[in-house]
């Protein structure tokens, strides 16, 4: 079922981009979902994250049209109910985009047309905090990482100059683009939590720079960044950043992307090593690009039999009795949610098993 896509800044232009006009370009491997969840069009699915929960997958997306978080059976796919509703208050949602899930206990939704990131508890997702406000302008994408007294949020914000006569977003010239993303700390304080801005980073060269951001992922491990560079005029593709928000000089998948980058997610494995993996959106097929986590050299490419327009990615190794190997998440066709078996996924790529 085809949906009709709402079209967002970072993807005018491209509704006749397909990856079945442009298959014998890439070399790819085909890999059969092991599901795709109940589809309802109306809720323009972005992102998932999932958990564990009493020893079973559970996934979260964000229906950015209908302003609510849906719970999918991470196994099955099946529906089983909604969060939020339209809204500002503590519980509400507004556009809610990327989302991240910590230690099978938290969940962290960005909300773009709040300019925020609220916190729920899980598995009952009770609200507990939004924070944010006050400096974001167009979130999107975020990455969470564990500290010591809490969790670091980085959040990205495409921020614009408004747009021009075409409807297209107007990017801030270079010079202004030092605070594509923000950092945060969250902490508990009391029986409450609390958050407090922590700094922001962006590139303004030439090279470096992120003109169109949302999605980006870290690995503690190699002190690295990955933030997809989703503008196509310049050249889609992924840049690495050091955690500390300095360009490294080095950019991904330059060679490999004939779409546009968006989501990105990590297999890590034991020792440093392992693959990231990163959605170049068509918008009938996704490819998804492999590479490697250390080297960050291409290994390889697959799609699914009918995953298309994938915007946010979400990779589980620890998996469940279901796949015990680990599971990938993907968006479909903004009306869906797909599950890739690593298993699948590994064989059909020839990959050394993750230890």
């Not at 800044?9 to 092991?34: C, M, N, R, T």
């Not at 990205?156 to 683009?177: F, Q």
Request: aromatic share 10%.
């Amino acid at each position: 079922m085809q949906a009709v896509h709402e079209s967002e800044g970072d993807e005018k232009d491209k509704d006749d981009l397909l990856f079945s006009k442009h298959q014998a370009d890439i070399p790819h491997v085909v890999v059969k979902e092991a599901w795709i969840s109940t589809i309802k069009p109306e809720d323009n699915v972005d992102s998932p994250a999932s958990w564990l929960q009493d020893g079973k997958m559970m996934v979260a997306a964000t229906a950015k049209s209908t302003d609510q978080l849906i719970i999918y059976d991470g196994d099955t796919g099946q529906r089983l109910r909604t969060v939020g509703g339209s809204g500002n208050g503590l519980g509400k949602l507004n556009r809610p985009n990327g989302i991240a899930t910590v230690d099978d206990k938290y969940v962290f939704v960005v909300e773009r047309d709040n300019h925020r990131v609220q916190m729920f508890a899980l598995p009952d997702f009770q609200p507990l905090l939004t924070f944010a406000d006050a400096d974001l302008i167009q979130p999107y994408g975020l990455w969470v990482r564990k500290r010591s007294e809490g969790y670091e949020v980085i959040v990205s914000d495409n921020y614009t100059m408004g747009e021009d006569a075409n409807g297209d977003d107007i990017i801030p010239p270079l010079v202004e683009l030092g605070k594509r993303f923000r950092r945060y700390e969250v902490h508990q304080e009391g029986r409450g939590w609390v958050a407090s801005a922590n700094g922001y980073f962006g590139d303004t060269s030439k090279a470096g720079a992120i003109r169109v951001a949302e999605s980006l992922f870290g690995d503690e491990a190699n002190n690295r960044l990955l933030i997809a560079e989703e503008d196509v005029a310049t050249g889609t593709r992924l840049r690495e950043y050091t955690l500390d928000g300095k360009y490294a000089g080095r950019d991904v998948g330059a060679a490999n992307y004939k779409a546009q980058a968006e989501g990105i997610a990590l297999m890590d494995c034991k020792g440093g090593g392992g693959w990231w993996i990163a959605s170049d959106q068509f918008n009938d097929r996704t490819v998804f690009h492999l590479f490697d986590r250390k080297t960050l050299e291409h290994v390889g490419s697959f799609v699914g039999h009918s995953t298309g327009l994938t915007d946010g990615v979400w990779l589980d190794r620890r998996g469940d009795a279901r796949f015990p190997q680990g599971v990938f998440y993907a968006s479909h066709l903004d009306i869906a949610v797909s599950a890739f078996d690593w298993r699948d996924i590994s064989k059909a790529l020839n990959l050394p098993e993750c230890m």
